[in-house]
């Protein structure tokens, strides 16, 4: 997978998560449906992440999925 350069393209690469920008200009993405458990946090997942760019969100939504394909 490229790179998303836009907003809607990086919540179409990553469907399980609601992806926006605050008013701060921060880039945040949280889980959709569906709570973490203990393990899984153990495990290095997140329930929310947060990034300066687009790049930056992507490469950790990519680590978020390899994280969860090892459990």
């Known amino acids: 997978m490229t790179t998303p ?3 809607e393209d990086l919540q179409a ?7 926006w920008r605050s008013s701060a200009g921060r880039l ?3 889980r959709n449906g569906r ?4 393990r899984e946090m153990d495990h290095g997942l ?3 992440i947060d990034a ?3 790049a930056q969100l992507a490469e950790r939504l990519k ?3 390899a ?3 090892t459990l």
């Open 46 to 48: 997140s329930q929310t």
């Open 67 to 69: 994280a969860e394909r």
């Open 52 to 54: 300066d760019d687009i």
């Open 5 to 7: 350069v836009i907003l």
């Open 28 to 30: 945040w993405a949280t």
């Open 13 to 19: 690469a990553f469907p399980g998560w609601c992806i």
């Open 63 to 65: 680590e978020q999925e």
């Open 35 to 38: 709570r973490l458990s203990p």
